[in-house]
């Protein structure tokens, strides 16, 4: 038995809904199947975009969406997808399996899109091969209202307003795929590229620095230490591979013994000591705090699905990637007064998707109902919420057995996520909570009798919520049970 205690008084910060952010890459069938049929498909669509995918997106009341890329936004030329789209430039996609981009989906696709699903943008520009004044361009064609050449040529192109546009990334893994430089080089450019990325009358931009991969942390402070007074935000790039090595199987996505498993979790706990050391470097230089962490790609990374084309990325989605999605949202929010933002990577048939298509089928995954279970603590108070974890042993190695996370909204209802990562052990809860007596309680659990129980498309409902029973003595105490390897959220009205 587990006891938690927490008191409604003990607000600790903020949960930025930013948090919950998604990524879309032009990568594999990402956005081109995944999200744009064109609009002579006979799958049905809304100027272009998929219906059903919009439709299930839009429950998740995503926040910001990160494009268009990840690597491609370092080959990204924007000029090449706006206009007539049959006379837009075609060009090779050459980080994600040598495909012709035919740039259908630009600017204003995804600018449409986001207005779709009432989310903010997030646009990654072009360090690596792009230049200064095609990025200040870039801004002023989207954001300036009134007359200038962007803005007239936005206007021909059939958009006369201008957009909103809240978040600019200068840059994407610059350490690598994005021009591989050294953070000295790299910190220069930022400085000279930010500068042109311009308010253009009311519209605020918040600049985003290419950050560290994982652990470089030479990488955060040389960030910091050149350019952190010229930065919004400073990114931060971890994936969990269940191998933990790039340079030979990452494991597959379905098939996983239960000390894979174990692997695999305590791959995405290190989230936790990254997070950790790369804060307290931001901290020397920004002891107030006014730079934000941005996790804007995480998520498990497995080999590709067998058959399918290695430079896509397609790769299923188990009880497993459910865990580690609610284990990285319950870290983000405790460390919420560093981290603003986080983008899974991605939104769809890619690495940790929320769906996948085929044709014209759809299915919800798992990691997608985690984030809907999840979507409660959007820009809620986070609540001290104490307790000790047990271990979760496996030989010699041990990790925490549950991951959880509690907050309370504009509307005083309180919330609380938590994962069992054992395998194979089930866990009794009692949950003291001082200063609240609920009128109604719902709770709802993600589990499956078989650790890479997936959805598919056959069989799409394999995996889905249900509900958790729950109950809540006058003492102020709440109980539950929660079965072996779950994932869990109860809200108190
Ligand atoms: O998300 C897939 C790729 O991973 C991105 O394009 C890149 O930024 C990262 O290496």
Redesign the pocket.
């Known amino acids: 038995m587990i006891n938690m205690n927490m008191n409604i008084q003990d607000i600790t910060g903020k949960i930025s809904r930013h948090i919950h952010g998604q990524?879309a890459?032009h990568?594999g069938r990402c956005i081109y199947e995944g999200i744009w049929v064109g609009k002579d498909s006979p799958i049905p669509n809304v100027e272009g975009m998929r219906t059903d995918v919009i439709e299930a997106l839009r429950k998740l009341h995503i926040p910001v969406l990160r494009w268009p890329?990840?690597?491609?936004a370092d080959e990204y030329h924007w000029k090449d997808g706006v206009g007539p789209t049959e006379q837009r430039a075609r060009m090779v996609n050459n980080?994600w399996g040598g495909v012709e981009e035919n740039n259908h989906f630009g600017t204003h696709e995804f600018l449409r899109l986001c207005e779709l699903l009432e989310t903010e943008p997030y646009i990654s520009g072009n360090v690596g091969s792009g230049t200064v004044h095609e990025m200040q361009q870039w801004v002023e064609y989207m954001t300036l209202d009134g007359q200038s050449p962007m803005a007239d040529w936005r206007k021909q192109n059939g958009q006369e307003e201008p957009w909103t546009l809240t978040y600019f990334g200068v840059g994407?893994?610059n350490w690598?795929?994005g021009g591989n430089m050294r953070p000295e080089y790299y910190a220069d450019l930022y400085r000279h590229y930010s500068t042109y990325v311009r308010n253009y009358g009311d519209n605020q931009i918040y600049k985003i620095a290419c950050g560290a991969n994982s652990d470089d942390y030479h990488w955060t402070e040389v960030l910091m230490r050149e350019a952190g007074h010229l930065m919004n935000g400073l990114s931060l790039?971890y994936?969990t591979l269940p191998s933990g090595d790039w340079t030979s199987s990452k494991g597959s996505a379905t098939d996983f013994t239960e000390e894979e498993w174990f692997t695999t979790l305590k791959n995405t706990l290190y989230m936790e000591e990254l997070i950790i050391k790369h804060s307290k470097i931001m901290d020397k230089y920004d002891p107030e705090k006014k730079v934000g962490m941005i996790i804007d790609?995480w998520g498990i990374w497995t080999d590709v699905e067998p058959g399918t084309n290695p430079g896509f990325?397609y790769q299923q989605n188990t009880l497993r990637d459910a865990i580690i999605a609610g284990v990285n949202l319950n870290l983000f929010y405790k460390y919420a007064d560093r981290i603003k933002m986080a983008n899974i990577?991605?939104m769809v048939n890619?690495?940790q998707a929320m769906i996948l298509t085929e044709g014209d089928q759809l299915i919800l995954t798992p990691t997608y109902h985690v984030f809907n279970m999840y979507q409660i603590h959007q820009d809620s108070q986070r609540l001290d919420l104490q307790y000790t974890s047990p271990k979760y042993t496996m030989g010699a190695q041990s990790i925490d057995k549950i991951s959880a996370a509690a907050s309370k909204d504009h509307l005083n209802r309180v919330h609380l996520t938590i994962c069992n990562l054992s395998h194979n052990e089930s866990e009794s809860f009692s949950c003291r909570i001082e200063g609240f007596t609920p009128s109604d309680i719902q709770g709802k659990v993600l589990t499956a009798s078989a650790l890479n129980t997936h959805n598919t498309f056959e069989h799409p409902e394999q995996i889905t919520p249900v509900a958790l029973e729950v109950s809540f003595a006058k003492d102020g105490t709440l109980t539950f049970e929660l079965p072996a390897a779950s994932v869990a959220a109860i809200t108190l009205i």
């Open positions: 990524f890459e990568l890329g990840g690597c491609f980080n994407n893994e690598g795929c790039h994936y790609e990325l990577a991605q890619v690495l």
